[in-house]
């Protein structure tokens, strides 16, 4: 079976979906939306970076609509409700990077969308990299010991490349490091992670008495210019340390934490492993690290290069999730509802 796929948006992570999609034998893509009007009417291979794929970018979501596509691929940095219950109630799936997991920290919009689905038939299923396959990973790992007393996963990243202000900010960085908001700055901006701990605790089958965010930050001790024309000033965050948390009994049974630096001029001075750590405590206790590397065909010619090994990981999981999505039942669809996601499509046949 071939599924018609659309893809929605094509910035940084929608490009890697569009790569993905495009070399994949199984997907066959069909359409595009593009939210910036000078993005309109140009190939979307031309859009990508890639060749031409002979579809072409539009801002007419009724037409897109109208093209019945199997799945859309809604790469968005944030996630617009009514433009996906718009979706969702004509009978097209969605898999999703733009900030889901669950929906429940979406508060009403959640029923929403939940009734959409309902409505259409349609399932809607939201991950990435972290939050999203990490915690599959997590998941599975834990299924090899016969007593979990907690799981842990690290996310360590110097992000000094990464272009993206409008994300970081709302984490947090670039505020002064004693302005005091920060905490709950932070808890806002990384919320999703609450959508994570949820997903862990549910896979272990244990109810959860709370969920609680902490976290501690660095300072630049000099004004730190970064891609995007931005600069970090001195005495500003260019460093955090959060943890999601998952709460039973007084104890931390599940532990999400992020640790993300810029720079060389920080203080305190914290270490980045590049890369995640998950810890699955218990009998046996068991620690799995993933790091990434590139191709052995890759040539570093320029930063953004490498920028998109990065995107390309937090693209994947949610490709990869199109033909369990298309098959699940209609609604809301986590890693605990779909079975086995399976790479096919992907491997290459030529040398």
């Not at 990384?190 to 660095?218: K, M, N, P």
């Not at 931005?230 to 039973?248: E, F, N």
């Not at 570093?300 to 999981?317: N, R, S, V, Y």
Request: proline fraction near 6%; charge should be negative; include cysteine.
């Amino acid at each position: 079976m071939t599924y018609r796929v659309v893809q929605w948006t094509t910035g940084n992570v929608g490009r890697k979906s569009v790569h993905a999609v495009a070399t994949n034998s199984q997907l066959e893509l069909v359409g595009c939306y593009a939210w910036s009007r000078h993005k309109v009417g140009v190939d979307v291979g031309e859009l990508c970076g890639i060749e031409p794929l002979g579809v072409y970018a539009t801002d007419d979501i009724e037409s897109l609509l109208a093209l019945r596509p199997d799945c859309i691929v809604y790469n968005p940095m944030f996630p617009d409700t009514d433009e996906l219950i718009g979706i969702l109630e004509r009978g097209i799936n969605v898999v999703t990077t733009s900030e889901f997991i669950n929906g429940t920290g979406m508060g009403t919009d959640r029923n929403r969308i939940s009734d959409a689905c309902a409505r259409g038939g349609a399932t809607v299923f939201g991950s990435g990299i972290n939050p999203g396959f990490i915690q599959l990973f997590a998941i599975v790992t834990a299924g090899i010991s016969d007593r979990v007393d907690r799981i842990a996963i690290l996310e360590s990243f110097d992000t000094t490349i990464y272009n993206s202000p409008a994300t970081e900010a709302r984490m947090g960085f670039g505020y002064p490091v004693d302005h005091p908001d920060l905490q709950m700055v932070t808890q806002t901006g990384s919320a999703i992670f609450a959508e994570a701990v949820l997903l862990v605790a549910d896979a272990l089958g244990t109810d959860l008495d709370e969920v609680r965010c902490v976290a501690e930050y660095a300072q630049t001790t000099e004004d730190l210019p970064l891609p995007g024309d931005w600069t970090i000033g001195k005495g500003c965050v260019a460093g955090i340390d959060v943890r999601w948390q998952g709460i039973v009994a007084g104890r931390d049974v599940i532990e999400i934490r992020g640790v993300w630096t810029k720079g060389q001029t920080l203080e305190p001075r914290w270490e980045t492993t590049f890369g995640y750590t998950v810890t699955v405590e218990g009998r046996p206790t068991i620690t799995s690290t993933l790091r990434f590397e590139p191709p052995p065909d890759f040539t570093a010619e320029t930063i953004d290069d490498f920028i998109m090994l990065g995107l390309t990981i937090t693209a994947m999981p949610a490709v990869t999730a199109i033909p369990a999505v298309v098959a699940a039942a209609p609604g809301i669809a986590t890693y605990t509802d779909l079975p086995l996601l399976l790479p096919r499509g992907t491997l290459t046949t030529t040398a």
